[in-house]
C-alpha cells in the first residue's frame, strides 16, 4: 500500500506541475494530499510493528525524517525553487523513488490476514472503542482543538518571511528540523522523566512562546531577526513534544489487534480534520489582517495575526492540563517514573 500511494502520489505531483490554471491546479493538489496523508499512518504503523521498545527507537528512527527534510528544503533553496514548478517536480520525482524502496521493506501482512473480516475491522472501525476509557476520549478531543491554531504556523510562515524580504526562505526554515533531531534523540528520555501528559503540555506551552515571538517580531522590526529563528528552533519541543508524542500515546493504548487502525484515527485527527478546520483558521486570519494599505512590502497586519493563534494554543492548554488524565496504573500507555 505504500509503494501504491507513494506511485500514485508521484504521479499526480508530475501533472500538479503542469497545471497553469487555479481551478485545475487545486483539486489535483487535494489528490495527491489524500494519496500522501494515508501513509503518515502506514509508515507509523509499519514501523511500530518491527521496532523492539517503541518509546525509544521510534523518535530515535523519526531522526532521519528531519534530516530528509532538510536534505530537500535546501536542495530547494539552492536551485530557487520556492516560487516555481520545480518543487512539484522535485517532490513527485522523489516519490517515484520512495514508492520502489517501499518494496524492499519486511513483508507486514495484515494482522487478521487468514481469517474473514467485518465491515467495520475493514474499515478500522474497531478503534473506536478506545473511546471507552474516559482518558483517551479527552486525549483524542483535546489534541484535535490543540491542532487546530498550529497550521497556523505551516500556512503562515513561509507567507511572512516572503513579506519581509527574505530570500532562501525554505532553507532558513530548515533550522527547524536541526532542532527536531536535537530534540527527538532527547525525547525517549523526557518522555520517561515528564510522563506524556507533562510532555504534550511542553509541546503545547513552546506553540504559544513560538507565535507569541513571531507577534513579538512584527512589532519589533529592529530586533526581528533573533526573535523569528528563536520561533523557528523551537520546532523539535512543539513538534516532537506534541505529534510524535501524540503519536506514541496512542500505541501504547492500542492493542495487536487495532493498533494500525488507531494510527489511522490519530493520523486523521492531527493531518485530517484538524487540518482543515486549521488551515481555514489561518486562511480566514489572513483576510481579517490585510491590510488596506501596504506597509512597504508588507500586506498584512502580522502582529495581531500572529497572536491570535497564541491565545487559542494557550486556551486550549488549559484546557487539556484539566481534562486529560494520565492512565491508572497498569494502563497499557503508563511510564515510569514521569507518568
Known amino acids: 500500500m505504500l509503494a501504491v500511494l507513494a506511485a500514485l502520489g ?15 491546479f487545486y483539486p489535483v493538489l487535494i489528490l495527491y494530499c ?9 509508515g507509523n504503523s509499519l514501523a511500530m ?3 523492539p521498545d517503541i518509546k525509544k527507537s521510534f523518535p530515535h528512527v523519526k531522526i532521519l525524517s528531519a534530516f530528509g527534510w532538510i536534505a530537500g528544503s535546501v536542495t530547494l533553496s539552492v536551485l530557487h525553487g520556492e516560487r516555481s514548478n520545480l518543487q512539484f517536480q522535485l517532490a513527485g520525482a522523489t516519490a517515484l523513488v520512495f514508492a520502489g524502496f517501499c518494496l524492499t521493506l ?14 467495520r475491522e475493514a474499515l478500522g472501525l474497531d478503534a473506536l472503542n478506545m473511546f471507552k476509557r474516559p482518558s483517551f476520549g479527552a486525549f483524542m478531543i483535546c489534541i484535535f482543538l490543540i491542532s487546530i491554531p498550529l497550521k497556523a504556523y505551516f500556512v503562515m510562515t513561509a507567507i511572512y518571511l516572503t513579506e519581509l524580504q527574505w530570500s532562501n526562505v525554505s532553507g532558513k526554515m530548515a533550522l527547524a528540523q536541526v532542532s527536531d533531531i536535537v530534540f527527538l534523540f532527547l525525547m525517549p528520555f523526557g518522555l520517561q522523566r515528564l510522563g506524556y501528559k507533562k510532555a504534550i503540555m511542553l509541546g503545547v ?9 513571531f507577534a513579538a517580531s512584527a512589532a519589533a522590526p529592529g530586533g526581528q531577526l533573533p526573535l523569528i529563528y528563536t520561533s523557528i528552533l523551537l520546532h523539535g519541543i512543539c513538534y516532537d513534544f506534541l505529534y510524535i508524542a501524540a503519536q506514541l500515546y496512542v500505541n501504547a493504548e492500542a492493542n495487536e489487534g487495532n493498533r494500525a487502525a488507531a494510527q489511522g484515527m490519530i493520523a486523521f485527527v492531527l493531518w485530517g480534520i484538524s487540518s482543515l478546520v486549521g488551515t481555514l483558521l489561518a486562511g480566514k486570519l489572513l483576510a481579517v489582517y490585510k491590510l488596506a494599505e501596504p506597509l512597504g512590502p508588507l500586506t498584512h497586519d ?3 495575526a500572529w497572536m491570535i493563534p497564541a491565545m487559542i494554543a494557550a486556551g486550549v492548554l488549559i484546557i487539556f492540563a484539566l481534562a486529560f488524565r494520565n492512565p491508572r496504573q497498569g494502563g497499557n500507555a503508563q511510564l515510569q517514573p514521569g507518568v
Open 49 to 51: 510493528t518491527h521496532l
Open 205 to 213: 506551552f513552546a506553540w504559544v512562546v513560538r507565535f507569541t515571538l
Open 302 to 304: 502580522w502582529q495581531h
Open 10 to 24: 508521484g504521479i499526480v505531483l508530475l501533472v500538479v506541475a503542469e497545471l497553469t490554471s487555479f481551478h485545475a
Open 34 to 42: 489524500a494519496s500522501f496523508v494515508p501513509t503518515l499512518a502506514l
Open 106 to 119: 519486511p513483508h507486514t501482512p495484515p494482522q487478521k490476514a487468514g481469517r474473514r473480516v467485518s465491515v
